[in-house]
């Protein structure tokens, strides 16, 4: 990592220190404190879980190859760097002795704590007969702030530069994922219920994998694609901004809606 954009990270980290904290501060982690209260949580959340898989494949759509015929991608450590994260996200441990992808888990969660699972089902399988993402995600009966989630996660993906999905999927996602779940973890440990073995293995594996591996390969893949170039980084900071802005916007429509139950 060179000086140069050792300090691009070191700035825009610095520069989204409001509005993590906003984040990390959000009452919803609170508002979860019952397994009514959990299933609604879910049902507006696993949107989310996919959506994160949307920006993480056009990361590797654009990052490496996958287009027949084949050739090698431009950068080498960009390549391993993003394909490292979807062997994790796409085929992890399933904790059975199996794989699955980390949103099969936590679909898996759902129907365990008794979620409906309805509104995502009808969303994929749309999806599956080539349904543009926002007529699918408009039938699908979801909630009208994960609608609203997704729908600006899709913006993001859609035409935007590669280091700005980066920066998106790295401070929106990797890099505030561990502190957001060990605040979900917290509540759910006050209040325990039964049903929730397959949620809390998806909790603790997520803040495992995101801390220690996939949250710093994705730094560093960040850090190789703005590298020395300042306009970049300013796009990749807003990028970020607006992905934990969205977060929390999100969030505040789910604490609203888990706190009427």
């Known amino acids: 990592m060179s000086l140069a954009s050792s300090v691009g990270l070191a700035e ?3 520069r989204l220190r409001p509005l993590r904290e906003r ?8 508002t979860v404190d019952s397994l009514p209260r959990l299933r609604a949580f879910m049902e507006r959340h696993v949107f989310a879980v996919w959506d994160f898989m949307s920006l993480l494949k056009e990361l590797q759509r654009q990052l490496t190859c996958v287009e027949v015929p084949w050739l090698p991608a431009a950068s080498r450590s960009t390549c391993r760097l993003v394909n490292e994260i979807v062997l994790g996200e796409e085929s992890d441990a399933d904790g059975r002795g ?7 888990l936590y679909v898996d969660a759902m129907t365990e704590c008794g979620a409906d699972v309805g509104p995502i089902h009808k969303f994929t399988e749309a999806l599956r007969l080539r349904t543009r993402p926002g007529t699918a995600l408009a039938e699908s009966g ?5 609608r609203r989630f997704t729908a ?3 913006r993001q993906v859609d035409g935007q530069p590669l280091w700005c999905v980066a920066a998106a999927f790295t401070f ?3 890099d505030v994922v561990p502190e957001m779940f060990r605040r979900i973890v917290a509540g759910l ?3 325990p219920a039964a049903g929730l073995e397959r949620f809390c293995y998806y909790l603790d594996r997520h803040i495992e994998v995101d801390e220690e591996s996939h949250g710093p390969m994705a730094l560093a893949m960040l850090d190789e694609l703005c590298g020395t170039d300042a306009a970049r980084w300013n796009e990749a900071y807003d990028a970020a901004a607006a992905a ?3 977060r929390i916007e999100f969030w505040d429509g789910v604490s609203a809606a888990v706190r009427g139950i």
């Open 98 to 104: 199996g794989f699955c992808s980390h949103f099969e």
């Open 142 to 146: 979801a909630p009208p702030e994960a």
């Open 23 to 30: 984040l990390f501060a959000h009452d919803v982690y609170r």
């Open 189 to 191: 440990a006050a209040n």
């Open 172 to 174: 929106g996602r990797e």
């Open 12 to 14: 825009i980290q610095h």
């Open 152 to 154: 600006q996660t899709l």
């Open 244 to 246: 934990i802005a969205a």
